[in-house]
């Protein structure tokens, strides 16, 4: 084995997943960094500001019903047709939809432009995971996944900075749409061209798997027998349905978040629509910091290092968003962004373990993205919640009402993590496959 040259091209395959899925960003946050401008231009046209924020969080929620959809059936897809064909196609869907939705004058067109969006982007994440099984060793599992995983933290965190910058400069939130499927087409162009599927296209052995994978010896094999094969033993696995659970609550945190920081910060810490869009990266920006920190941590930590980090991470956001939700009128704005950062950092990295690393320690190469979809999908059904239910939720009780939801959902969440970590504890050490 050349170790420099596998060492160069594993270097490109996270490079290329991690522009491939900032590009999905692109399309997928531009709709929350423009949605104070969405909103104004309804008003304009006849609908008052609650009304408007309420049809506008429905979409929110009939999008993230369609991405949990995408992720529950065919996530699991990149399992028997390959990683590569489940990644571009998610990116390719997506260029055309954001475009769609640019060019929509009302909600119908709108509706229908992020559901469609939503659903083909359900693709991308499984098949990102599943190639990841296919060029590296289980022992790097949360370091590897940490990496990739920054393409929807930093990566995000930039999408928002250039999208509130073209705000700033004048322009609507239609231009916004149409330079981000822009520059995710440049991104699918590379990806075409350099992703390979495996490291056995340059030459090279297949990857170890975690031996404690769900499958035994079968987690080596990349082509499941058929689909009862995938899901006989997910769905015996009691860690598997407590990380399904793991990941309702958590993606629920985040989707809110991800949704509706820009709106919080322009009505409530008083920052301008532009500055709003670029200081909502801070969320993104610190779980990013959360990822790549926890990551490291828990391939040294040992088997029971990510439930460890989880539980400790998510009981401390609970008290993060009891301290959001308990601030006082007129806090200023400092004060609201650096709580908001804190909720990232302590959420994020828990949330980024579900469907990466946690997906492949339970999948190997033979189910990975059948787990990951499966995981995800249960957490985006929770999500459904951060767009329709939290914005009624914020117009009848305040953001004091919403914040002080999640900082339950949040120590539920905790709760899920210990005994996750205990049930990892009582279990025998598993042999090397």
Not at 331 to 349: E, Q
Not at 353 to 379: N, R
Request: glycine content about 14%.
């Amino acid at each position: 084995m050349n170790r420099r040259r596998l060492a160069i091209w594993q270097g490109l395959t996270i490079t290329l997943l991690f522009l491939g899925y900032a590009g999905y960003y692109l399309c997928r946050s531009n709709f929350s960094v423009s949605l104070p401008l969405i909103i104004d231009e309804l008003v304009a046209h006849g609908m008052t500001p609650d009304e408007a924020k309420i049809r506008l969080g429905a979409i929110t929620s009939f999008g993230v019903l369609a991405y949990a959809i995408g992720k529950l059936f065919l996530g699991g897809l990149a399992d028997f047709l390959g990683g590569k064909r489940n990644f571009l196609t998610g990116m390719g869907g997506s260029i055309l939809f954001t475009l769609l939705f640019s060019l929509g004058g009302g909600m119908p067109i709108f509706t229908l432009a992020w559901i469609g969006n939503r659903l083909v982007q359900s693709t991308g994440w499984a098949g990102a995971v599943k190639i990841t099984s296919r060029w590296f060793s289980h022992s790097s599992y949360g370091t590897v996944m940490g990496l990739v995983s920054l393409s929807y933290l930093f990566g995000d965190a930039a999408a928002r900075q250039f999208m509130g910058a073209i705000i700033g400069h004048g322009y609507g939130w239609r231009v916004v749409f149409q330079v981000a499927a822009g520059t995710l087409f440049v991104i699918f162009v590379a990806n075409v061209l350099l992703l390979k599927e495996s490291r056995t296209e340059i030459g090279e052995s297949e990857p170890d798997v975690n031996p404690a994978n769900l499958f035994g010896a079968e987690g080596s094999d990349p082509k499941p027998a058929g689909l009862r094969d995938l899901l006989g033993p997910l769905f015996r696995s009691p860690a598997f349905w407590i990380v399904c659970s793991l990941s309702l609550g958590t993606t629920l945190v985040r989707e809110t978040f991800n949704t509706w920081t820009p709106t919080y910060f322009h009505q409530v810490a008083g920052y301008s629509e532009a500055a709003a869009a670029s200081t909502s990266s801070v969320f993104p920006f610190f779980g990013g910091v959360s990822v790549l920190l926890s990551g490291f941590l828990s391939d040294r930590m040992g088997r029971y290092g990510r439930s460890a980090i989880m539980f400790v991470s998510l009981l401390a956001s609970s008290v993060a968003l009891l301290a959001l939700g308990s601030l006082p009128a007129g806090a200023g704005r400092m004060l609201p962004t650096v709580l908001v950062g804190a909720v990232g950092f302590l959420v994020i990295g828990p949330y980024a373990y579900l469907a990466g690393a946690i997906a492949l320690d339970f999948g190997g190469k033979h189910g990975s993205a059948t787990s990951s979809g499966i995981i995800d999908g249960v957490g985006y059904l929770g999500g459904i919640l951060a767009g329709d239910t939290v914005a009624r939720i914020s117009v009848s009780f305040g953001w004091t009402g919403a914040f002080l939801a999640l900082a339950v959902i949040a120590l539920l969440s905790s709760g899920a993590a210990a005994m996750l970590l205990m049930g990892q504890r009582r279990a025998p050490v598993p042999q090397e496959v």
